[in-house]
């Protein structure tokens, strides 16, 4: 991994044994922090530099403003609409039944993967898989260990099981309909202008497109459909045969192709 770990500059010497431990779990360097600036230490170490606070990870690049740190705030707002309606875009167009298992291909921040755990309840299973290792390090250790939410948020969050890896690796690895949905949400080619909070990924994040050959897989261990997200104006859609019921007015569509399994289990 092309990362080193360091402190918060404010009470470095108290946060040493902690980043040392965070150190130690990603099998990476540790530098100390010697009260430099975040921008002097990466003109020095040349690399990505994750930075451990109390309560925060927070990921520097080289020239970006804006780190990736964990915050569950698009799950909050879309949770508390949940419960105050019981409805969600993402839960109607996985159609997620409590029991029922989700694979997020795509975990981003996991706020899709907190829904959807909140969908299926105790009894059902989701798992989250992100690519860039160091990201999905952040996102598990702040969907466990956040304190400020709605109980049955938090038990969501901390119910989610987070995994570092390739998609395709992990879903070739699955057996035939092990999972009732599968779900990918790859970062849009266009920018979706009212989400701030996906900025701070776009420095981190892959942008590998999906293939033919990850669809069919997903196909084979999905019971139920595979659903895509992607902008409105998107062509994987048609290209992977998805089926698009329009919602208006948005800039992102869910597609869903649903497996051979799916009639017979209705």
């Not at 990870?57 to 105050?84: E, I, M, T």
């Not at 009894?123 to 304190?147: C, F, P, R, S």
Request: aromatic share 10%.
């Amino acid at each position: 991994m092309n990362v080193v770990v360091t402190t918060a500059r404010k009470r470095a010497d108290k946060l040493e044994p902690l980043a040392r431990v965070v150190a130690e779990e990603l099998h990476v360097a540790y530098q100390k922090r010697n009260d430099r600036s975040v921008d002097d230490l990466l003109e020095e170490v040349k690399t990505d530099l994750l930075v451990v606070a109390r309560h925060r990870l927070s990921l520097y690049r080289h020239g970006d403003p804006n780190p990736f740190f964990y915050h569950p705030n698009a799950a909050q707002v879309r949770a508390k609409a949940f419960f105050a309606n019981g409805y969600d875009a993402f839960i109607e167009a996985c159609d997620l039944q409590k029991g029922n298992s989700l694979l997020d291909c795509t975990l981003g921040l996991g706020a899709d993967a907190v829904m959807a755990k909140l969908a299926v309840g105790q009894d059902g299973y989701v798992t989250g898989i992100e690519q860039n290792a160091i990201m999905a390090y952040i996102v598990k250790k702040g969907l466990h260990t956040w304190t400020d939410a709605h109980p049955m948020l938090l038990d969501a969050m901390q119910s989610v099981h987070v995994l570092a890896g390739h998609h395709y690796d992990l879903l070739k690895s699955l057996p035939d309909s092990s999972y009732d949905v599968i779900y990918f949400d790859p970062m849009f080619e266009q920018t979706i202008h009212s989400s701030s909070g996906i900025q701070a990924l776009k420095s981190f994040a892959h942008y590998e497109a999906l293939s033919q050959q990850t669809i069919q897989e997903a196909m084979r261990v999905a019971k139920k459909r595979v659903v895509l997200k992607d902008h409105w104006t998107s062509s994987l859609f048609e290209e992977l045969g998805f089926h698009v019921n329009r919602r208006r007015p948005v800039e992102f569509q869910y597609g869903i192709k649903k497996t051979e399994w799916n009639d017979k289990i209705k």
